[in-house]
């Protein structure tokens, strides 16, 4: 290790170790401090609220004490008014009053009236809390409050509830009302994620003085390197960058090789097995099937071939058997047979005075196209157009596929291929599509680059 990366981490790591433990320290104390504070809210929130339940309990306990001390009442239309009243009186959104015999069966509830007339004493909650009896032995003890988990109105969403109950002396009812506490909860949620955000905003801000800090130590290391550096051999240093551009464009173009030439015919190959498969598996005729084996051997063959001209120069065979418009017709007859799919093909030119470059780059345009529509689009029809017009030389592969989000596929390795194709070779590449429109791929070649002594000649 040299003596400047010494000094840059006994500068450095100090430096870390030290903001670490600051920021640890600092963030686990306001995190207590947080949780205090949240805690002393919540109670005396609850605290709150218990007075707000007495005070309604005493509002309708004089609302219903007339009617206890009316002596022109019978004991059975005294109960029936009081119920009534109990079930008429509510407040805010969701607050009522309920009421049940000692033994568990309800008599009052205004919002699930199917409640009235049943023995709910053996009732739980989803916590497995029996809130009748507790309900009634908290009334029981001269008035009480017991929390548990119960349907809210309008919705009947179960919330925690608190509530507060008493005994109606004479009858020995208990009555009472509750209030919800999932507004409680809500504040306390955004209390707590307002707190925990300025703990991040400070520690972000810790880590970006840090951060700061550190680069400014190693850019100033990076400067006094880079220094040397340009003291260095030059002769050297361009012969290094040339071997590593050689090294990264042959890598480059052989990993394009690859995947534009030799998986495309394996990929028609499997596609070709598939279809003997499916063939064997209905039952159709020998015959067919020996020919759809045998066009497969052809395409295997050709696989061969292929990877025996990539050692010399990468260069499709079918283009030096057949040139570059049999080649593109016999690629589309293939794709047609093997898909079912309709193919149309429009050539305004003579394709095999292409520059060989153009050549090239044309027929594996056109089979990564094929290949993707084949994999993803489900089309019923194709075309392929190429023609001159003006200074350039323009391809089109249009089909009436589901279409896709150009966008968000922008970065597979056949669309890289395609544009980066198009590039060396000066061309311009787009892509519009749209979900269930199809997918139209376009081409444009400078003419200068494309032609080598081309007639207009329709085909």
Known sequence: MTLKSKIILLTVIPLLLATAIITYLGITHAQSLTQQELALYEQRMIETRKQSLKDNVAIAMSAIRPILEDPSLTTAQAKLQVRRLLTGLNYNEDGYFFAYTLDGINLVHPTQPNFVGQNLLEFQDREGDFLIKNLIEAAKSGGGFHRYIWEKPPQLIQEDKLSYVVLIEPWGWMMGTGIYLDDIYRDLDAAQTSMNKNISNSLFTVLFILGLTVATVLLLGLFINLREHRLADERLKKLI????????????????????????????????????????????????????????????????????????????????????????????????????????????????????????????????????????????????????????????????????????????????????????????????????FGTTVRALVPREIAMSGAQSEPT
């Open 241 to 436: 960058k040339r071997f590593i551009r050689l090294q990264i464009s042959e890598r480059r173009k052989f990993s394009r090789e690859l995947h534009d030439g030799i998986n495309q015919l394996l990929v028609s190959s499997k596609f070709r097995i598939e279809l003997v498969g499916n063939k064997l598996r209905k039952g159709i005729h020998q015959d067919t099937i020996q020919a759809d084996l045998e066009q497969a051997e052809q395409v295997i063959e050709q696989t061969i071939r292929e990877v025996r001209q990539i050692s010399h120069h990468l260069r499709p065979t079918l283009l030096d058997d057949l040139g570059l418009e049999a080649a593109l017709i016999g690629l589309l007859e293939q794709f047609s047979e093997r898909t079912q799919v309709s193919v149309e093909h429009q050539f305004t030119l003579n394709l095999d005075a292409l520059a060989e470059e153009v050549e090239i780059t044309l027929y594996r345009l056109s089979q990564e196209c094929l290949t993707n529509i084949e994999k993803h689009a489900n089309a019923k029809s194709v075309a392929i157009k190429i023609w001159l017009q003006k200074d350039a030389l323009h391809f089109e592969c249009k089909d009436d596929g589901r279409g896709f989000n150009p966008e968000e596929n922008a970065s597979g390795i056949g669309v890289f291929n395609m544009r980066e194709r198009l590039e060396l070779i000066e061309g311009e590449f787009s892509i519009d599509s749209e979900a269930e």
